[in-house]
């Protein structure tokens, strides 16, 4: 009463939980273009999508990535080996647990006549799935172990107390079943229901052959056991009992956790284990069935669709502009929950030296992933909590679209478009890209916010070991005004138009850096339009390291304003 | 010989300015295998033009006509001077060959002839030189007829002002006339660079665009002269367009240093040295050059290169320049070779390096210090012998002369880049055969 009571409550709570999750696929809203969309014509482009896919040769491509993405996960294959490895465990491992064992009534029992759970092959292949599982999450500890960089990985301790949950599920489920082995009182239980428990003469022939075959530890039964006995129990066991139970030792994981625990067996009946293990595993089940859709745990939904998805799309390549602007901001959606928090992405970013460097870890595709998300819900930025929407902006704006996130992805996400989504995002928010604001004002005006006073000729010693070229008079002392950098740069070329365009020239910005005046360039447009080409550095016939010098003198913008202020001060 | 991963050589040039892209040029059509050191950044000032010899005695400041016999008088006396020492058959073969090598990267010269020309300059002032680009050349002819001529500036390209040019020439050239004109395209633009608009005249309908403005303003001009912007890779592809468009000769003039010339010599040598196999490493620099034995090789390390090298040839030309070109370091007492440390010929002290005027016509003593070498081009060390069997410097590194003065830069690093190669190969020739 007590188990159902709670089976149906859990389930209540799942089933909740995942309608849930399922609505904010259609009512969250990334990026600027998902604004005017309203959840009814998402839901509509996606049902129109799905059926022009069915229907269509595209079905081949669903019906192909569904085998090959989503059961032998191809995608994890291709990146990570080991990891591919224990993820196969635990979706073979738990699926057929789950079928197998926690379904057991519902489908085992149905479909093979005669099952009990302690007949070989189930009681083999219980333990079988049961250490796949734990063996799976072991080598994904161990690989999570293996590429710790030093960054924080993007995790929330929700998702690992699930993790906790499940493990804790695993070994109760062992211990009780090793338990159930070794318990005398199981056996008189079962002995008194199918023998008559009050038959000593064929109580302990059974006794014995328990004791030596199947590890029940009897704890008045010390010594040789009675070869004799054991062949009456055997005789006995046929007739009575080998209908139902076949010799333990198959229970390759519990049966050795049954003779170790031998000698507290006693102890632990007296406790009335096999109650609370009991109630421990199948509350722990429950609580993880109940919980799984509010943990990130829930991509076993989100992932298996997210590349059905991407595999339905009319470009091969998967692009975004495979989808309709209604249904891309479902798929932005998704791909927030579909994300397993692998951290490839973070491994293989082309930034993650910068977000090291910087100690921001908003930087790294994982991270900026939840913070995406985060925007689009409305809990960033919020009050308290300013510096994390600045690091978020940081990150979004460093982030190179170099694309290599999106095609490492085992789960196939198409995070360039999560990314520029975000951007939109935070522009709207109130933290567009630094070169964005600090082209609103002349490099004049932003020198005189950059600096309390009069312009500081020397860095701070945090500055110039930040910008080192920028502080060193070397490097750029030996300008002798050539005009090269100038004559080469692309960025000046194109400079068309007074308004917008260079307000200094390459050769300026280090005359000035020669003069002491290099708080003048921070804000200037051509240190901020400077397409790093590195013309102007090739060919400078002095060697300066002009582009690089560039880069530096954004970087120390940057960092003497911060994004949010200098934002601010524009505004 | 093109083999990428090659790291020993026959030769090693050290320096990309003229001498360094005329030793690597010369040693490569001799058939050595060459790799070559350094920045090419200092030919962005050269102007196009090349000098042989146009003044002698620098004190007297004689301009002649005939390089020829400004060589032969030098040889006289001047004997110690680097070019007194090449003979003028090899002068005419080193020019021929490096004017060929350029013609065929994309960059042609007028036929070089026997005798100085007159070229007009930014500011208006005549120089004299010898090799003149065939974009130039039209300007030579008109500067010597003097018949009426349009010269067409852009407002905002401030290092080139025709109104300047026509205010200083105007009284004995009656009939040059000078336009401002917009740049198409550019009409907001406050200032422009030479090297875009070179560029952007390599489209042709900026190119049509051009002519078309200046076509109305021709009149009876016989000559239409530019300044130096007429196309950069395809230069030549350019100026025959404005001169079918125009129907008149057309010539460009020099704009300041660094300019589209110098820009349209360094890719045209870049070019020529590349095409014949010679391996370049133009970022980087020689930390250390060792010698192993009197017979052996030379081993240059080199920085700016990802992780070093190290390259071993068998010949070494030091082609790296005087103080801009950091071939020579001076500090408060003396000047030293940067590389190998060889001993330079300076004045005793540094109160003689300059006379007390600087515009002093005879110039400074200074400019006539470098390094002393053998008859082989080779240069020598403390004792008066040469520092390594096989290493040879050329160009404006050597010792007593002021090339600047004499009007013989390009002149001084051909040359000398001719002779010292053919010694070189004579050289390696001998170890072969030892």
């Known amino acids: 009463m007590l188990f159902q009571t709670a089976l149906y409550a859990s389930l209540a709570l799942c089933v909740l939980g995942l309608v849930w999750r399922f609505s904010v696929w259609f009512r969250v809203r990334i990026g600027p273009d998902a604004r005017d969309v309203t959840p009814a014509q998402r839901l509509a482009a996606v049902f129109r999508g799905a059926t022009s896919a069915l229907f269509s040769r595209r079905m081949f491509h669903v019906l192909a990535a569904f085998f090959l993405d989503v059961l032998l996960l191809r995608r994890l294959f291709a990146q990570a080996r080991l990891r591919w490895l224990g993820h196969l465990l635990i979706l073979v491992g738990f699926t057929l647990l789950l079928l197998m064992h926690a379904l057991a009534p519902l489908v085992t029992a149905k479909l093979f006549q005669g099952y009990q759970s302690t007949l070989d092959p189930y009681l083999f292949l219980r333990d079988l799935f049961g250490a796949m599982v734990l063996i799976g999450v072991a080598l994904l500890l161990i690989g999570r172990w293996r590429r710790r960089s030093g960054l924080p990985q993007a995790r929330r301790s929700i998702d690992a107390a699930f993790v906790a949950l499940l493990a804790f599920a695993l070994v109760t489920g062992f211990l009780l079943e090793a338990h159930k082995i070794a318990s005398p009182r199981a056996f008189y239980r079962m002995a008194d229901q199918f023998i008559g428990a009050t038959d000593a003469e064929k109580l302990e022939p059974l006794r014995a052959f328990w004791a030596s075959e199947f590890g029940v530890a009897f704890d008045d039964l010390s010594g040789p056991i009675d070869a004799n006995m054991v062949e009456q129990g055997r005789q006995l066991h046929r007739d009575a009992c080998a209908f139902c139970h076949a010799k333990p030792a198959s229970a390759f994981v519990s049966y050795p956790v049954a003779r170790v625990l031998a000698p507290v067996t006693g102890l632990l009946d007296d406790a009335r284990a096999d109650a609370w293990l009991l109630y421990l595993h199948v509350f722990a089940c429950l609580l993880g069935l109940a919980s799984l859709p509010f943990t990130m745990f829930f991509h076993v939904v989100a992932a298996p669709i997210s590349l059905l998805v991407n595999s339905a799309a009319v470009n091969r390549d998967f692009s975004a502009q495979s989808f309709s602007s209604e249904a891309r901001a479902s798929r932005r959606a998704l791909a927030l929950d579909a994300c397993v928090r692998c951290g490839i992405c973070d491994l293989r970013c082309s930034v993650a030296p910068i977000a090291r460097y910087l100690g921001n870890p908003g930087l790294l595709p994982a991270h900026k992933l939840i913070t995406t998300g985060a925007l689009a819900c409305g809990l960033l930025p919020r009050s308290g909590h300013e510096d994390e929407a600045l690091r978020a902006a940081d990150g979004a704006f460093l982030c190179t679209d170099c694309g290599r996130c999106t095609s490492r992805c085992p789960v196939g996400l198409d995070l360039e478009d999560l990314w520029e989504a975000g951007r939109g995002d935070l522009a709207a928010a109130g933290l567009p890209a630094p070169a964005q604001w600090l082209q609103a004002r002349p490099a004049l005006a932003w020198a005189e916010s950059l600096e309390p006073g009069p312009w500081q000729h020397a860095l701070s010693d945090a500055e110039a070991t930040f910008a080192p070229l920028a502080a060193d008079r070397g490097t750029f002392s030996r300008c002798v005004q050539c005009q090269t950098c100038t004559n080469v740069c692309p960025v000046v070329a194109h400079s068309i138009d007074p308004e917008h365009g260079v307000d200094l020239t390459p050769q300026r910005v280090m005359n000035l850096l020669r003069l002491g005046l290099r708080d003048l360039t921070l804000g200037s447009r051509m240190v901020w339009d400077c397409a790093t080409c590195y013309q102007c550095q090739e060919n400078c016939p002095e060697g300066i390291r002009v582009a690089d010098i560039m880069c530096e003198l954004r970087g120390l913008a940057v960092r003497r304003l911060g994004a949010v202020r200098g934002w601010r001060e524009v505004s | ?434």
């Open chain 2, 1 to 434: 010989m093109t083999d990428a991963r090659q790291d020993s050589y026959d030769v090693a040039v050290i320096g990309a300015g003229m001498a360094g892209m005329s030793a690597a040029l010369f040693a490569a059509e001799r058939g050595l295998s060459c790799i070559q050191v350094g920045s090419g950044g200092g030919l962005l000032f050269a102007s196009g033009l090349l000098d042989l010899l146009g003044v002698h005695p620098v004190a007297e400041h004689r301009l002649w006509q005939s390089p020829y016999a400004a060589l032969a008088a030098l040889a006289r006396e001047q004997p110690d001077h680097p070019l007194a020492r090449v003979d003028a058959g090899s002068i005419r073969s080193a020019f021929e060959t490096f004017v060929t090598a350029l013609a065929a990267a994309g960059l042609p010269y007028a036929p070089l002839g026997e005798r100085n020309r007159n070229v007009l300059t930014s500011i208006g002032t005549v120089k004299t030189t010898f090799g003149v680009p065939r974009s130039m050349s039209a300007g030579v002819d008109a500067l010597d007829a003097r018949p009426s001529c349009l010269l067409v500036d852009f407002r905002g390209l401030r290092e080139f002002s025709a109104h300047q040019i026509a205010a200083t020439l105007g009284r004995s050239w009656p009939g040059l006339r000078y336009q401002r004109i917009e740049f198409p395209g550019c009409e907001v633009v406050p200032e422009l660079y030479a090297a875009h608009l070179a560029r952007a005249l390599e489209a042709g309908e900026t190119r049509e665009r051009t002519i078309a403005r200046v076509k109305p303003l021709l009149g009876d001009a016989r000559a239409v002269g530019f300044p130096a912007v007429l196309g950069l890779a395809r230069a030549g592809e350019v100026h025959a367009a404005f001169e079918a468009g125009l129907g008149v000769p057309v010539f460009e003039i020099p704009t300041m240093p660094t300019s589209v010339p110098g820009l349209r010599l360094l890719g045209a040598l870049e070019a020529a040295v590349s095409a014949r196999g010679v391996r370049r490493r133009h970022q980087a620099t020689v930390r250390a050059l060792a010698f192993d034995g009197n017979q052996g090789t030379a081993t240059l390390e080199l920085d700016g290169v990802p992780g070093g090298e190290r390259v071993r040839a068998r010949a070494v030309v030091l082609a790296t320049g005087r103080f801009s070109g950091r071939g020579l370091k001076a500090d408060r007492g003396e000047v030293r070779e940067s590389i190998l440390g060889l001993p330079v010929q300076q004045p005793t002290s540094r109160e003689t390096w300059h006379q007390r005027n600087f515009l002093d016509p005879s110039g400074h003593a200074i400019n006539r210090a470098g390094l002393l070498i053998d008859d082989a081009w080779r240069p020598l060390d403390a004792d008066g012998k040469p520092a390594w069997p096989r290493v040879f410097a050329v160009g404006s590194i050597l010792a007593h002369q002021d090339w600047m003065r004499s009007k013989c830069g390009s002149g001084l690093a051909i040359a000398t880049a001719w002779a010292a190669v053919d010694q070189v190969a004579r050289q390696l020739r001998v170890t072969a055969a030892g």
